[in-house]
């Protein structure tokens, strides 16, 4: 059974930086990417960003681009999301995910996390 486990959500000012991170457990990820997604309150859920499995390639949503960034670390099979320049639309819960995968536009994963919320205040 896949489990996917956030943690480092918490509340920050504007400007402040956050790191989240995931540890993947429950079968081997070779050859998986991964990804974060996020959902506030009344919207739904979009993507972030994602990291391939060789961690050759990373790729973002538009909004985060220049302040956020995805790495892995193999050995601890845990993924990041390390996040600076935070805004107040940054507010969500934001989702780690595995076996992330597109088509067309639309990104979506196998597997999700149970989430950790992010609250950045004005």
């Known amino acids: 059974q896949v489990q996917l486990v956030e943690s480092g959500g918490g509340l920050v000012q504007a400007g402040g930086s956050l790191k989240l991170s995931c540890v993947a457990s429950g079968r081997t990820f070779s050859g998986s990417a991964m990804g974060w997604f996020r959902q506030d309150s009344g919207k739904e859920r979009e993507f972030v960003a994602r990291i391939t499995w060789s961690g050759d390639s990373t790729y973002y949503q538009d909004s985060v681009k220049g302040r956020f960034t995805i790495s892995r670390d193999y050995a601890k099979n845990t993924v990041y999301l390390q996040m600076n320049s935070l805004k107040p639309e940054d507010t969500a819960v934001y989702y780690c995910?595995?076996?992330?995968?597109?088509?067309?536009?639309?990104?979506?994963?196998?597997?999700w996390g149970q989430g950790t919320q992010v609250t950045v205040s004005s």
């Open positions: 995910a595995a076996d992330v995968f597109r088509i067309g536009s639309i990104w979506s994963p196998r597997y």
